[in-house]
């Protein structure tokens, strides 16, 4: 059994290198914190399994992740986590807003995102669409 203070940090370090490898283009290594079936629910649609993931990663837009503190509920192997966000487009410069809502697993390689939805904020209220 683990602390759970063990597992709050690795599931902020999962958090913290999420943002970190689609910032540097690592679009393999962001790809490797899903699960091998894990799904990226984001503009509407959903993107499956490494190969959805890496593919979905290559074709979006470049720029800086900024997210919020998270909210971690832990049951034993699983998490679900709320945290909101900020993406500034590296070359337009616009912006967008939302929040994602995350289920985690704990893997043999650590904890792992199952599903991560993104949901954004919009002048008329939250979005599957910015």
Do not use: C, K
């Not at 912006?95 to 792992?112: A, C, E, H, K, M």
Request: charged share 25%; net charge negative.
């Amino acid at each position: 059994m683990t602390d759970r203070s063990d597992d709050i940090s690795s599931i902020n370090e999962l958090l913290a290198l999420y943002t970190n490898r689609l910032d540097r283009n690592d679009h393999h290594g962001w790809a490797e914190l899903f699960t091998s079936d894990g799904r990226f629910e984001v503009y509407g649609r959903a993107f499956e399994g490494t190969e959805g993931l890496v593919g979905m990663s290559e074709a979006a837009p470049s720029g800086l992740h900024l997210s919020g503190a998270p909210v971690i509920h832990l049951e034993g192997d699983h998490a679900s986590v709320e945290q909101s966000f900020l993406f500034v487009d590296q070359v337009t410069r616009e912006s967008r807003i939302g929040f994602y809502d995350d289920q985690l697993v704990r893997t043999p390689n650590g904890w792992r995102f199952a599903v991560r939805r993104s949901t954004f904020l919009t002048p008329h209220g939250a979005s599957d669409r910015p």
